[in-house]
């Protein structure tokens, strides 16, 4: 199963609500997890079943979808949320792991 | 707090073994809640999975890596490890370790997420 993810990068303003989309080349159901990574540093969970907010993350991020197409939603943007933003299949089996190529969220 | 740290040689020659073991401290890596699993991230590129491991010492393969990959774990030591055989420099990269919980939603289990991830560590390819 193949993660595509869209746009690769993009570019917005503090305050923007901003949508990143997934792709999955066949359904997966809700199996799907998000994640933000600064340069630098470990990736860090957002999501997982596709719209579960893992402990500790703030609520403007949210995620939708099911089957072939998901989103990643910050509904108002801070300083902190400039970053590369990867999705990933979950539940496969046999376990193969596949991640989307990313899309870097860049300050206007 | 649970924190995972990786360790091993950042620079490997061509044709040699890569070698990384990730110590977890803070928690048991006995839990029969979890998996543990290795990723990768070649500068500049995205993320990888290699492989994963459940403390009974079920394995899991990336396809595209298994015939050279192999983990294990010592939950003496609350370890488990990477081992890459014949590496090129195409397998120079940041590799992190992480945890892997099965988590129930709605009644439904969920597993294959990382919940935690060690800081990472760059192991260069070169003679």
């Known amino acids: 199963i193949q993660l595509t993810q869209s746009p690769s990068s993009l570019s917005a303003s503090v305050g923007d609500r901003v949508t990143i989309t997934c792709r999955a080349s066949q359904g997966i159901s809700s199996y799907l997890a998000w994640y933000q990574q600064k340069p630098g540093k470990a990736p860090k969970l957002l999501i997982y079943?596709?719209?579960t907010l893992q402990s500790g993350v703030p609520s403007r991020f949210s995620g939708s979808g099911s089957g072939t197409d998901f989103t990643l939603t910050i509904s108002s943007l801070q300083p902190e949320d400039f970053a590369t933003y990867y999705c990933?299949?979950?539940?496969?089996?046999?376990?193969?792991?596949?991640f989307g190529q990313g899309t870097k969220l860049e300050i206007k | 707090q649970l924190q995972l740290q990786e360790s091993g040689p950042g620079l490997v020659k061509p044709s040699e073994t890569l070698s990384l073991t990730c110590t977890v401290s803070g928690g048991s890596i006995s839990s029969s809640s979890y998996y543990w699993g290795w990723i990768r991230q070649p500068p500049g590129k995205g993320l990888e999975w290699i492989g994963s491991i459940y403390y009974s010492g079920s394995t899991y393969y990336n396809p595209s890596l298994k015939s050279r990959v192999t983990i294990s774990v010592d939950t003496s030591k609350n370890q488990f490890s990477l081992k890459l055989s014949s590496v090129t420099a195409a397998d120079t990269a940041v590799y992190y370790c992480?945890?892997?919980?099965?988590?129930?939603?709605?009644?439904?289990?969920?597993?294959?997420?990382?919940?935690?991830w060690g800081q990472g560590t760059l192991v260069t390819v070169s003679s």
């Open positions: 990933q299949q979950l539940n496969s089996y046999p376990p193969m792991y596949t």
């Open positions: 992480a945890r892997q919980p099965i988590t129930m939603v709605r009644g439904v289990r969920f597993w294959g997420h990382f919940d935690y």
């Open positions: 079943a596709a719209s």
